[in-house]
């Protein structure tokens, strides 16, 4: 990690800008004067970079999940669809990194100390929460990470791997929540609703948060020996504490207005109009045309899941006419994808559309899948059928426009009951509990979190070793289609910090050998 002995208070007042609030801050920078900043201005620029890390570092993990791919032939793009990096000094893939240890770091403490201080405690308990979720991603995502020590005034930093991350995630939980719990000085209903763009100040949805991350982090030791005995009931536990419908999913809002304050993904910021990263992959089409529990349709015009038409383009890029094909890109096929509609200003990807970070769904098809572990198939089976009413909920919302004119919302793409029934009814769903496969929810789990949930899918092809009896439509890769010989399971942290300034902690891990990406993160192994 690269030395930081400067508080640089200043990143807060600047990355306010960035997503249009009103400048706050009018600082002339002295470090031998640091400013003193109240908790909530730090917030709504932390929340900014959420959304943006996240955003910016699943375009490359969609590359492994083959969620979304590209059509350059620059081997800076190609590479990953090949499960491997462009090495040299890139930091591409490492903007959760900085996001963890710098667009918040400092930030992020500071947010914690002054609320503190002045009893803010919902900010107190916002920050808990915001860095359980952060490193939470951040270990998923690399492995071994920098937990302590990381804003010392020093050169190096020492990792520590899964287990210990995890551990902390649960502190800092139960931190939020103890805090959550407290009484603050003052009404702070204004400056949450002003500041907080996430949940406006509605603490009972950022305690569900909580919930959803605790969930998250228990399910992560899905593949270890006593998971059964030790873990699995407190998935269970969780996720019926956490989100009870889609109108509690986490997400950064968006107000769309101007490109300041536009979505991530909208065509305003840019982060998916690179043909690097910009064609849907063969896997969702698959699933939305048949291919969950029978046979994808090839070259379908039309499929009885009503989410086709919704989530997905047809026809070709290149010309303005079309054919009513939906086509999706091959890992690889580099320029053979340009015939792929690049996604942009539909469903999700609106300059106006909010940003999720978690979902009822998701939570929903964790649930079954660890009841489904446990032998509980009622509550396995009842939880994957609210996963998917659920995610056609969430696919109403993205669609939803609203009319400028009026200020009326309204939805010409929307959803039906009779559509959702019909397809509820049909073989693609599990219509007994009996029946229920794991590869039912994970393909459902895929188009659920498919767009936004990349972490998360990666997560599940890593802890199942993109086994294809399980991810059906996963475009199988094998031979000189992987760069190194296997799939990846880790991403390299920070070239920029760590490769630069802590390559001595780096070797100690292997992260200085070409293969330490292919190495299973420890999650992923059936031991301690």
Same mark, same amino acid.
């Given at each position: ?178 805090? $959550? ?59 019926? $504490? ?38 849907? !992959? ?7 045309? !048949? ?8 070259? +379908? ?34 320029s053979a994808n340009s015939t792929v509609p690049a996604v942009g200003n539909f469903y999700m990807f609106k300059n106006t ?80 509990? +009996? ?7 994970? !393909? ?85």
């Amino acid at each position: 990690m690269k030395k930081n002995n400067i508080i640089t208070y200043v990143i807060a007042a600047v990355s306010l800008l960035t997503v249009g609030c009103k400048k706050i801050l009018d600082i002339n920078f002295s470090p031998s004067f640091p400013q003193e900043v109240s908790a909530e201005l730090y917030l709504s620029p932390i929340q900014y970079q959420i959304a943006n890390g996240y955003g910016q570092d699943q375009r490359i993990i969609n590359k492994f999940t083959q969620a979304m791919l590209g059509t350059s032939t620059d081997r800076a793009s190609y590479i990953w669809e090949q499960h491997s990096y462009p090495g040299g000094v890139s930091d591409v893939g490492g903007v959760m990194w900085r996001m963890v240890y710098f667009n918040h770091g400092k930030n992020l403490e500071n947010l914690l100390a002054d609320s503190k201080v002045s009893k803010k405690y919902e900010f107190t308990a916002i920050g808990y929460a915001i860095k359980a979720f952060d490193y939470q991603l951040l270990t998923d995502y690399h492995g071994p990470i920098v937990l302590d020590g990381a804003y010392e005034d020093r050169l190096q930093f020492e990792y520590k791997d899964q287990p210990d991350v995890y551990k902390r995630v649960q502190v800092w939980c139960d931190s939020a929540l103890y805090f $959550l719990d407290q009484k603050s000085m003052a009404d702070n209903t204004g400056i949450l609703s002003k500041y907080d763009f996430m949940y406006g100040g509605n603490m009972e949805r950022w305690r569900k948060f909580i919930y959803g991350v605790k969930a998250l982090n228990y399910a992560r030791y899905i593949n270890k020996p006593d998971f059964l005995t030790n873990y699995a009931d407190s998935v269970m536990k969780y996720t019926s $504490l956490s989100f009870a419908s889609e109108a509690d999913n986490a997400t950064v809002k968006f107000t769309g207005s101007s490109s300041e304050n536009s979505n991530v993904y909208g065509q305003d910021q840019a982060l998916l109009n690179s043909t690097y990263y910009n064609r849907a !992959g063969a896997p969702i089409l698959r699933y939305l045309t !048949g291919g969950v529990r029978g046979e994808y349709e090839e070259e +379908a015009k039309t499929s009885s899941d009503p989410r086709l038409s919704r989530m997905l383009k047809f026809g070709t890029s290149a010309t303005t006419t079309t054919d009513s094909i939906y086509r999706a890109a091959l890992p690889d096929g580099r320029s053979a994808n340009s015939t792929v509609p690049a996604v942009g200003n539909f469903y999700m990807f609106k300059n106006t559309t909010d940003f999720p970070i978690m979902t009822y769904s998701q939570l929903q098809f964790i649930r079954a899948e660890v009841a489904l572990k446990k032998g509980d198939l009622p509550v396995a089976h009842e939880a994957y059928l609210n996963g998917i009413r659920g995610h056609m909920t969430f696919v109403n919302k993205y669609t939803a426009v609203k009319d400028e004119n009026q200020g009326t919302i309204f939805n010409p793409l929307e959803i039906t009951a009779a559509e959702i029934n019909s397809y509820m009814d049909s073989t693609e769903v599990a219509q007994t509990a +009996a029946e229920l496969t794991l590869a039912d929810i994970m !393909g459902q789990k895929y188009i659920a979190l498919w767009g936004w949930g990349g972490y998360d899918i990666w997560s599940d092809l890593r802890k199942y070793r993109y086994d294809p009896a399980i991810f059906r439509q996963f475009v199988t890769r094998s031979g000189a289609e992987l760069a190194q010989g296997s799939y990846t399971y880790r991403v390299r942290p920070r070239f920029n910090s760590e490769y630069m300034w802590n390559a001595e902690e780096l070797e100690k891990w292997g992260g200085l050998e070409a293969n330490y990406v292919i190495t299973p993160t420890w999650f992923v192994l059936d031991n301690y």
